[in-house]
C-alpha cells in the first residue's frame, strides 16, 4: 500500500469559472503507480470547490445560474464588511457570495481507481470549481492504494 | 492494510428515487474482513448523488421538495438544447435540471468502520439517489483499512 | 501504513451552530504520529454537516441565511407529523428543516495531511455544524498514512 501527492497548479481567468482537470489527476495517478485504489481531490482554499459530471458547456451554465439563484451576488453580504473593515490582509473583494457557493459545493471528491485508470463513465469530469477569479490556485491530488 | 472493490447493480423505477444501499454496502464490508477503516461510496453517473439521512419516507419527500424548489424541472435548462441538437448518443431526455440537483448533493461519501460495523446511528441509511430515471445504475463501493 | 481513529464529544448551546474542530482534528493527527496521508472527518448523526471555510461569524451569519432561505424553517415538513405521530422514541422536535439542510452539507470531507499538519490554508477552518441543537454529540475523526 503507498501513498502518493501532488499539486496542481491553476490561474482561473473570471470570477466563476469550471476549470477541468481530469486529465491532469489521471496523469498523477499514472505517475503514483497505483493500479487499485482511490484519488482524493481537495481544494485547500475558501472560494473554490469541486465538481464531478458532464463537462457540457450549456450544463455547466445551467448549474451556474442555479448557484446565482440560491446565492444571488447582488444580495447583502455580511463578510463584505468584515472585509472593508480588515486594516491589512484583505483584498477588497466582495466575495462573501463567493464562500456561500464553496460551501456548498464541499471541498473534496474520491474518486476509486480500477487497473490504473480513474472510474469515470464517459461524461464524467473532475472540476476545480472557482467562485473568486480570477487567482492563482492550487488543487491537491492524493493516492492511496496498490 | 488491504483494499478491496465491488460494485452493488441496482434498476431505478422511477424519475427520482432514494435507493436505500445500506445492507449491501455492509455486506460488502464483511467479506472484505476489513474489522478498522473506511469505505467509499461512490456513482459512476452524472446524474445521481449520494446521500446518508433517516429513511423514513415523508422527510425524503420533504427533501425532494426542497430540490424542486432550488432546481425546478419546469424551468429552461440550456442543457436540454444540447441534448435535442445532437445527432448519435443522445436518448432525448431534458434532464438538465437532474445534472444540476447530483452536483449539488455530490458523488461519494465516505463512512468510517469499527469492529467490522458501518458507524452509522440507528437513523442513519446510505442512498444512491436518482435523479434520472428509470435507468439501469452501479454504484462503486471500496474499502481500505486492516 | 497505519490506521487511528478518535471521536470528539461536542456540546451544541443553540439550534444552528457553527462548531470549530481544526485544534482538535490537529491534535487527533499529532497523537496518530501519521505525517503523510489523510483525515476522514465524519458525523455519524442526520441533523450535523462537516463544512470546510473561513472562521469569520459575520461570513457564518450570511451562509445561514443562505440556507434558511433554501430550507425555511417555518414551511411545512411532512417529516415533522411523522415525529408527532411516533408512539416512542420522537422527542417532539420539528426537525424535517434540520435534516434538509444536513444532507445539503453532506456527513463527511476528507483533509490531506503533510508533514504532520492538515493542509489548510490561514483562512481555512473544519467546522462540526449543528442542525437542530442543542445536544450533546459526537464526530469521528479517521487517519490513514504513513
Known amino acids: 500500500m503507498k501513498i502518493y501527492k501532488e499539486r496542481i497548479d491553476l490561474e482561473s481567468k473570471s470570477q466563476i469559472e469550471f476549470m477541468d482537470i481530469t486529465d491532469s489527476v489521471q496523469d498523477i495517478v499514472d505517475r503514483s503507480g497505483v493500479r487499485e485504489g482511490q484519488v482524493l481531490v481537495y481544494v485547500p ?56 457557493k464553496a460551501i456548498l459545493l464541499g471541498n473534496s471528491e474520491v474518486v476509486p481507481i480500477e487497473k490504473g485508470k480513474l472510474v469515470l ?23 492511496i492504494g496498490l
Open 45 to 100: 482554499h475558501t472560494t473554490m470547490g469541486i465538481a464531478i459530471n458532464h463537462n457540457e458547456s450549456m450544463l455547466l451554465q445551467d448549474f451556474m445560474r442555479i448557484l446565482y439563484k440560491i446565492v444571488p451576488v447582488d444580495a447583502q453580504y455580511s463578510h463584505d464588511l468584515f472585509e472593508l473593515r480588515r486594516q491589512s490582509g484583505s483584498d477588497g473583494r466582495s466575495n462573501g457570495h463567493s464562500h456561500c
Open 121 to 143: 463513465t464517459e461524461r464524467q469530469n473532475i472540476f476545480a470549481v472557482e467562485f473568486d477569479g480570477s487567482r492563482k490556485r492550487d488543487v491537491v491530488v492524493q493516492i
